[in-house]
T-cell receptor
């Protein structure tokens, strides 16, 4: 298996622009997690899905952030409009019910200028 | 106060040293404790997993959980330059049960092992 796939790996955009981050989980995994990592705040859970349904979005910082999972093999995290304080590394992870291990993707490094 | 506290370091040790990494937490409901290792510009990978209190050993790595003190540790014996990474503790109250079960991560401790 190729593992969790994220795209793009790097994104540089200007303040006010829309940003879409993409994730393909490991085939067969039924949980998908979106995290944000910064030096100041560490790794924060933004939202997670179970069987494509959002379960907990309490970590989503503002209405500017939205996430969807239209099918078992694809999820997006969108920021509209983006702001400089959104600059961070965004990770997607997936896991299988009954197993504690989360498998992380390589991350998307977002820079908003 | 954060639910999980972890000294971000950085921690620099000579090759062969014993390394001790620690986290404290405030939520007494946490039962599942993990250590993830993250190399530079990579995603975290699970290193060790412990349920409830006690010790677990895997090669050069030992994880300890003291629930009475709300304190967990990761020990690395005979540290190697390849151990240079950020180590994140993570914990959960109940995995995959309703709306709970999400992992709460510490901030991570950056470790450098010098040859």
């Amino acid at each position: 298996d190729a593992g969790v796939i994220q795209s793009p790996r790097h994104e540089v955009t200007e303040m006010g622009q829309e940003v879409t981050l993409r994730c393909k989980p490991i085939s067969g995994h039924d949980y998908l997690f979106w995290y944000r990592q910064t030096m100041m705040r560490g790794l924060e859970l933004l939202i997670y899905f179970n069987n494509n349904v959002p379960i907990d979005d309490s970590g989503m910082p503002e209405d500017r952030f939205s996430a969807k999972m239209p099918n078992a093999s694809f999820s997006t995290l969108k920021i509209q409009p983006s702001e400089p304080r959104d600059s961070a590394v965004y990770f997607c992870a997936s896991s299988l019910w009954g197993y504690y291990e989360q498998y992380f993707g390589p991350g998307t490094r977002l820079t908003v200028t | 106060q954060k639910e999980v506290e972890q000294d971000p370091g950085p921690l620099s040790v000579p090759e062969g040293a014993i390394v001790s990494l620690n986290c404290t937490y405030s939520n007494s409901a946490f039962q599942y404790f993990m250590w993830y290792r993250q190399y530079s510009r990579k995603g975290p990978e699970l290193l060790m997993y412990t349920y409830s209190s006690g010790n677990k050993e895997d090669g050069r790595f030992t994880a300890q959980v003291d629930k009475s003190s709300k304190y967990i540790s990761l020990f690395i014996r005979d540290s190697q330059p390849s151990d240079s990474a950020t180590y994140l503790c993570a914990m959960s109250d109940l995995l995959f049960s309703g709306n709970t079960g999400k992992l709460i991560f510490g901030q991570g401790t950056t470790l450098q092992v010098k040859p």
